[in-house]
């Protein structure tokens, strides 16, 4: 496998800030991630796996270790009675398996169309959206487990799934690279319209797969929440904070006016994109060549050329005036690499 040397990693992010990768390799196989962690730790390197960018900040100073690039591929279709395994490479575009799945007319990842980045993503946070998440139709994720240097296969249970959370980012952090995910979708199933976007935007029609895909991309659109290069408010990261889930009582401190969501063990999820409109950050807003989303109160942008300093220098600004407004820490959502 060639090991490049000194790549910037800006172009291969989303949010296109960062400096460059001391060491670069582009795994295409799981033989290929095998020896890139062994050459790593010939090395005593330390390594930093890239899916497909779209949830990550490098810092300007870049990363002073090996970065290896998930470029496995692949996707085969099992059919069963009345669903379908659909085993996707790690390095697959989500989107484009979204495409095909719903056009093959199989249920299970319509409300999750026009999310960018790779398979091997999914499973690390959960993704979810619109009301449907992919630990609902994940079977099993196979790993390279960095502990052992073994390829393991951990099924749905062992993943732990919860709201935008399993084993891959708690507790077994940085321990397992996805290699590729097998998911079970139902054939010519019905499409999930639970969400209260979707359901005003359905009325009392009964929409296809394809008519709910969409309309997902649509309202994403709307909110440039799909990468388009000519819209600058899509050079972004996604949403960069996460929505706070805290005790009734904060809420109620807050205010009777605040959006609140049931959760877990009875707290309440807030939006932040509330609290930080509240706090006097609006759409639009500027610093320097950082900003927040003209379309997404929840997407810090980067407006042109922006550096990774701009960047969180207006995501603390941000944390510091909501914690003074509310008292509510707001945690980042994207990975932040080389800091
Ligand atoms: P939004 O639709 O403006 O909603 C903002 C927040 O309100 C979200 O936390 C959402 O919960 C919550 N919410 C809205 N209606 C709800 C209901 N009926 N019951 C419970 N909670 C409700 O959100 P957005 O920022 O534009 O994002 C659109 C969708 O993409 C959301 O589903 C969001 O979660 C998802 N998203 C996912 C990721 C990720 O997987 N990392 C990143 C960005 C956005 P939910 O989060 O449960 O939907």
Known sequence: MDIKENISLA??????????????AEARTEADVIEA????????T???????????????????????????TGVAFEEEANSVRVTAGAGEDWDALAAVCVEKKLAGFE??????????????????????????????????????????????????????????NMTERERYVVLSVVYNL????????????LKERFGKSEPTLKETRDVVIRIR?????????????????????????????IADEIGREVPRFP????????????????AGFHKGFALGNAGISEKHSLAIVNRRGATAGEIVALKELIQKGVFEKFGIALETEPVFVGF
Not at 37 to 44: I, P, T, V
Not at 190 to 197: A, Q, R
């Open 46 to 72: 330390e390594v930093f796996v890239l899916g497909g960018g779209s949830n990550i900040v490098v810092s300007d100073a870049g990363f002073d270790g090996l970065v290896i690039k998930i470029r496995l």
């Open 263 to 278: 959760s877990a063990e009875g707290k309440v999820k807030i939006p932040a994109a509330w609290l930080i409109e509240r």
């Open 111 to 168: 409300c999750l169309s026009g999310i960018p980045g790779t398979v091997g993503g999914t499973p690390v946070q959960n993704v979810g959206a619109y009301g449907q998440e992919v630990s609902e139709t994940i079977v099993s994720v196979r790993c390279f487990d960095r502990r052992s240097s073994e390829v393991v296969e951990l099924s749905n249970t062992e993943c732990s799934f919860a709201y935008r959370k399993s084993i891959f």
């Open 11 to 24: 172009r291969f992010t989303t949010l296109r800030v960062g400096g460059t990768a001391r060491f670069f």
């Open 37 to 44: 962690f062994g050459w790593a730790r010939a090395n005593e």
């Open 221 to 249: 659109k709307e909110k440039a929440m799909v990468i388009d290069e000519a819209d600058p408010n899509s050079r972004s990261a996604g949403s960069f904070f996460k929505n706070p889930i805290v005790d009734v009582s």
């Open 186 to 197: 139902v054939k010519n199933g019905e499409p999930k319209i639970v969400y209260k976007d």
